[in-house]
């Protein structure tokens, strides 16, 4: 997120700031309305620029694509074209799909809203990801399966070194975003439908341009066309290493309890974190639908940088000891296992796994008693 600075006398050098992140993070943080400290001073994000410089050209701050989720609740998403039923089980929408905005040259604050000393910091909304990387007849490169990986039958492992994750803020309604065309000034929507300025916040009807040093100036003129696009999702693609671990064949009827698949998921995670030593945080994890129609679930493992850093590839390599690591995560040691139910701060729980905990408790023993007839598997 930069202010923007086509007008290099609006504002105080020591309050120029341009913070840098990846697409994927700047949608959980630089989102319009997010709040963070930069050098003690409080940035209040307020748009998007429409140019990497930060110039005001008449142009789109973004590409556009849509986004759905099928009547058996399986989220997805495309750029062009009518796709209207689910690559995943060919399921119809369950309601009208959404708009994506793609943003291009990323956050800007305002002009009239210069960085101040506070310590108080809002997020909006919060990021979601999303990868159908693994969609029936998909085509990737690097493309690597073992159908019995670490010696498991039927344990399925599916590795892509061009995996396409998306990330992508509802706002902090979950019903998008607002953006001024003219400008770049964006908020969140108050409700789910909208149209030219009907429902729109009425700081947005009198909002100053994202440019202007002057808090009072109004930037649609009385009578003018509203160039304004609503109820937008903010998304952002990144391309990764990413690996499915399926678990459909080896474990049958348990494969489609999400619960279940999801205590694996941040077990094969924390356990490739360690067997790796990496930073848990290197490592994203991901619960996907599989199997015949997505009737099943299985645990995506990706390297969490743009481009990949070959760090799921490794894993690979190491089957055998990744499940056993996955068994040992849950166990941890006798008086653990005896005592905790559905996971705590020695086994599964941890900054990384805060959401999908909120989500449904962790099924923590039913793992252990899976991952072990695993390990019995193992040569």
Request: aromatic residues 8%; contains cysteine; glycine residues 10%.
């Given at each position: ?236 693609r990144e391309t990764t290493d990413v690996l499915l671990l399926d ?7 348990f494969a489609a309890d999400e ?121």
């Amino acid at each position: 997120m930069v202010p923007d600075e086509s007008d290099p006398k609006r504002h105080r050098e020591e309050d120029q700031f341009r913070l840098e992140r990846s697409g994927i993070m700047a949608v959980g943080e630089y989102v319009p309305g997010s709040q963070l400290l930069a050098a003690g001073k409080l940035i209040t994000s307020r748009g998007l620029l429409k140019h990497w410089t930060g110039a005001s050209l008449d142009s789109s701050p973004g590409l556009r694509g849509r986004f759905c989720q099928c009547e058996n609740d399986h989220s997805y998403y495309w750029i062009a074209g009518d796709t209207e039923r689910c690559p995943i089980c060919n399921g119809l929408p369950k309601r009208a799909p959404q708009y994506l905005l793609f943003v291009k040259h990323g956050y800007t604050s305002a002009a009239w809203d210069p960085p101040r000393w506070s310590t108080d910091v809002e997020r909006v909304g919060s990021a979601e990801t999303l990868c159908i990387s693994f969609r029936p007849h998909s085509a990737s490169t690097g493309h690597h399966v073992d159908d019995d990986f670490g010696g498991v039958a039927g344990f399925r492992a599916d590795y892509r070194e061009d995996g396409e994750l998306l990330v992508f803020n509802r706002g902090e309604n979950q019903t998008g975003f607002a953006i001024c065309l003219k400008c770049g000034y964006a908020d969140s929507e108050p409700r789910a439908r909208g149209a030219g300025q009907m429902n729109l916040p009425a700081s947005f009807l009198r909002h100053a341009p994202i440019t202007s040093t002057k808090p009072w100036e109004v930037c649609w003129k009385d009578g003018a066309p509203t160039p304004v696009i609503r109820n937008h999702i903010l998304a952002a693609r990144e391309t990764t290493d990413v690996l499915l671990l399926d678990f459909t064949n080896c474990l049958g009827m348990f494969a489609a309890d999400e619960a279940l698949v999801t205590t694996l998921a941040y077990a094969f995670h924390n356990a490739a974190a360690k067997l790796l030593e990496l930073d848990s945080r290197e490592l994203g994890v991901l619960v996907v639908p599989t199997g015949s129609g997505g009737l099943t679930w299985g645990a995506v493992i990706y390297d969490n940088v743009s481009g990949g850093a070959g760090h799921v590839r490794e894993l690979l390599a190491q089957g055998s000891d990744w499940i056993r690591l996955a068994r040992q995560v849950v166990y941890v040691d006798e008086d653990h296992h005896s005592r905790c139910e559905s996971g705590c701060l020695d086994c599964l729980i941890s900054f990384d796994a805060q959401r999908a905990m909120a989500n449904r408790p962790f099924a923590r023993k039913q793992a252990y008693d899976c991952l072990s007839g695993m390990v019995d598997q193992l040569r």
